[in-house]
């Protein structure tokens, strides 16, 4: 049985790809579990009546200010519970993990509690990342959500809460463009140490892998970056290179890139780190999208070397003056292929990044270390009891 600082009630929504083994580890981390399904997809058989939903959805989306995903996603159950639990004095805390999830907490709850929100990314920031790098699978939609919905949303839902949190400098610098008065503290994600323990070996068969979410528009346009433009090239100099995109969910648009020759789409894994140790290094190739990336941080920990983008290295202090080479850093074509090159050709270089990534994530990125320092920005005290939704 767990000891736990405070009583933390924790409510969510199901994916359905989430296991009920997965519910259930959840449940021995948290003091109360509340879990609600995510709304099934809304279909139609008449294509007249679905392009009539999409329109009402949009225009529900510029009316209210708020992003149609976040409308989506509301549940008045979680709604009457949140109302519940700080109008009953249930809880010292509320906290709100990813913006999605603003929407139940009240303008009025922080003359009551102390309201926290966790961002992982600028959803404004994120969508005109897309724009500018031709990712965005609905630009046009997109670039009428920028300035009618985006950014006003944000402007808006970040003065209901006491404390913002976001993981990175960059992040915290594309809100104060948004809310320059308002005060924002960097806390960086973390990695659970045992679940990604430290590869002692090398592997020197030219394996290279990419992992995420393969339906997320971010994860689906560095890795069709990667294995068309990139890797031909990989592959030419080294014929027994392989492309190995891991993750959950890939769109017929990722799957349909292992056509190419040598690139390999496993779809959901077992073992994540398994996968990553089976690989000569872990290609990070993000080319939008902020905050800090826990697949870059789990590859670091798992001690496989990485070849990170800018994006993908965000947050992170590992080519810098005064520092040890933690990674290699790439953004073009070019540079991929150059530093890719120098991996496999190198070992010594592979084992120095290694272990260097490892004792980075070992000092600084550490779910303890993450939590003792979120902790105090939801406390200030010794034990509370402590609502989170997420």
């Known amino acids: 049985m767990r000891q736990f600082n405070h009583e933390v009630t924790l409510v969510t929504q199901r994916h359905q790809d989430v296991t009920d083994v997965e519910v259930e580890e959840l449940r021995s981390w948290v003091y109360k579990l509340i879990v609600f399904p995510l709304p099934g997809e809304i279909k139609s058989e008449n294509h007249f009546a679905g392009i009539f939903a999409k329109a009402g959805r949009f225009a529900e989306s510029l009316l209210k200010a708020t992003p149609a995903n976040v409308l989506y996603r509301y549940s008045p159950e979680i709604q009457q519970i949140v109302d519940e639990y700080v109008t009953q004095d249930k ?12 929407i139940y907490v009240r303008p009025e709850f922080r003359n009551r509690i102390n309201t926290v929100i966790d961002i992982h990314s600028s959803v404004y920031g994120w969508v005109r990342n897309h724009l500018e790098m031709g990712a965005s699978s609905y630009a046009l939609r997109d670039r009428l959500y920028l300035n009618l919905v985006l950014s006003r949303y944000e402007r808006r839902y970040c003065s209901k809460f006491q404390n913002i949190v976001v993981t990175t400098e960059d992040d915290k610098n594309e809100f104060l463009k948004l809310r320059p008065d308002i005060d924002i503290q960097v806390i960086p994600n973390g990695v659970d140490l045992e679940l990604f323990p430290y590869r002692s070996y090398d592997v020197a068969d030219n394996g290279l892998i990419f992992v995420g979410a393969m339906d997320a528009s971010h994860n689906i346009d560095a890795a ?7 890797f031909p090239e990989i592959k030419n100099r080294y014929p027994q290179a392989t492309f190995s995109i891991v993750g959950a969910r890939p769109t017929p648009e990722v799957q349909d890139l292992a056509k190419n020759p040598g690139v390999i789409v496993t779809g959901k894994v077992p073992s994540m780190v398994e996968s990553l140790h089976a690989a000569t290094a872990c290609i990070v190739p993000l080319r939008t999208g902020f905050g800090i990336k826990n697949k870059t941080l789990e590859a670091m920990a798992a001690g496989v070397p990485v070849v990170g983008s800018d994006r993908g290295l ?4 590992v080519d810098s003056n005064n520092v040890p080479l933690r990674a290699l850093r790439a953004n073009t074509k070019g540079e991929y292929v150059a530093a890719i090159s120098r991996l496999f050709d190198n070992p010594h270089l592979r084992e120095e990044l290694s272990h260097h990534a ?8 550490t779910w303890e270390s993450a939590g003792k320092r979120y902790e105090q920005v939801c406390l200030g005290t010794e034990n509370s009891r402590l609502f989170i939704d997420f």
Do not use: K, P, W, Y
């Open 314 to 317: 965000e947050g992170l202090a």
């Open 358 to 365: 490892r004792q980075l994530v070992e000092m600084e990125f």
């Open 224 to 230: 069709t970056f990667f294995a068309l433009e990139v």
């Open 91 to 102: 809880c010292d805390v509320i906290t709100c993990e990813h913006s999605v999830n603003e």
